[in-house]
């Protein structure tokens, strides 16, 4: 039975709430192919209010809810299954005077100069966060090491139990959108730390100062080939390495950007069912510059759940304003 289907013999609305793992919760990668496939054909040449309601209205129907008369102002608006929606002609997404929310979810629909549906993507927050390169969004999640870092380390002994095991399992089970992945490759975190210890004293190529993502790229394509694995591109994934639940960070700096989510949250990974944000492991990478290359001198490892005890949190706040994120031209796709 698929999802719209039982929804509709639910007899549930857009606001009675289901959880992560629910036989009612759509995964985000089966929500944006039906989306994809049922909205094709989707005239939005309304004032902008009417074509709000026109989209909304529709993925309604090809969810297998009811269509509301009208639609309440609830933070996103359709509750249950966590999502917002927005229509973008231009590639300049404006969000009002909300923050962004790190497991939101946000459906995105492209359409063409005559506003006929063009396109769709579903992201979460964490992923709107990273498209941003005009400074619009603050972090909201800083660290610092409480010590200064003179030499590797390996933080966390011991992933929690069985983890390692449930990454494997999806090799069989398989994930909507992610089966050229290799779950099989995952390790545990002592033999992932023997792997990228091989790195340090290692340099990468140094694009500039104001390059972050590039050299980013550069550090992820190292860590891959250490890995051994085939497939080097960064695909923008939260986190970086989804076979090895790991997260990379380059560091020339004492301050860690972190994101909209905190290492140690215990809610779920979103795209990996049985897996929460505390089992991510983070590989944090100390390195020192020239103008050209960057060289890898300390690489310290750990899970999300015992990230703050060798890291120092700092808290800022997320700006609440219009936020304007420029979407990427390949954006979608």
């Known amino acids: 039975m698929n999802y719209p289907t039982r929804i509709s013999k639910a007899g549930v609305d857009i606001y009675s709430r289901v959880c992560d793992g ?17 909205l094709m054909g989707l005239n939005l040449d309304y004032p902008l209010r009417t074509r709000s309601k026109v989209l909304k209205s ?33 590639n300049n997404l404006q969000i009002w005077n909300e923050e962004i929310s790190p497991s939101r979810r946000y459906i995105i629909v492209k359409v063409d100069e005559r506003s006929m549906f063009k396109a769709v993507r579903v992201v979460t927050g964490e992923v709107i966060a990273r498209l941003d390169t005009t400074g619009t969004l603050t972090q909201k999640f800083q660290a610092k090491s409480k010590a200064p870092v003179t030499a590797s380390q390996l933080v966390t002994q011991a992933d929690a139990y069985g983890i390692v095991e449930k990454v494997h399992s999806f090799q069989t089970t398989g994930i909507a959108g992610l089966k050229h992945m290799d779950f099989r490759q995952c ?60 997260e990379v960070k380059l560091q020339t700096s004492p301050t860690i950007d972190l994101g909209l989510v905190s290492p ?68 979608f796709g």
């Not at 629910?22 to 049922?38: K, M, Q, V, W």
């Not at 986190?239 to 090895?244: F, G, H, N, T, Y």
């Open 187 to 246: 390790m545990p975190v002592k033999a992932l730390y023997e792997k990228l210890s091989k790195l340090v004293g290692t340099t990468i190529a140094n694009p500039g100062k104001d390059q972050e993502r590039n050299r980013g790229g550069s550090l992820h394509k190292a860590v891959c080939n250490a890995l051994g694995m085939a497939d080097t591109r960064d695909t923008g994934s939260c986190p970086d390495i989804l076979e090895q639940l790991l």
């Open 22 to 38: 629910d036989n009612l919760f759509i995964p985000t990668a089966e929500l944006e192919e039906i989306l994809r496939t049922g």
């Open 58 to 90: 529709n993925i309604c129907e090809l969810l297998g809810y009811p269509v509301p008369k009208s639609f309440r102002k609830t933070q996103p608006r359709f509750l249950g299954q966590n999502f917002d929606t927005y229509i973008q002609k231009a």
């Open 264 to 331: 140690d949250d215990v809610s779920p990974l979103e795209q990996m069912p049985g897996v929460r944000h505390c089992d991510v492991r983070y590989a944090i990478f100390y390195g020192t510059t020239d103008r050209t290359r960057v060289q890898i001198n300390h690489l310290v490892l750990c899970c999300g759940r015992d990230f703050f005890t060798f890291f120092q949190r700092f808290e800022g706040k997320i700006v609440n304003k219009k936020i304007q994120i420029p979407l990427p031209s390949d954006f």
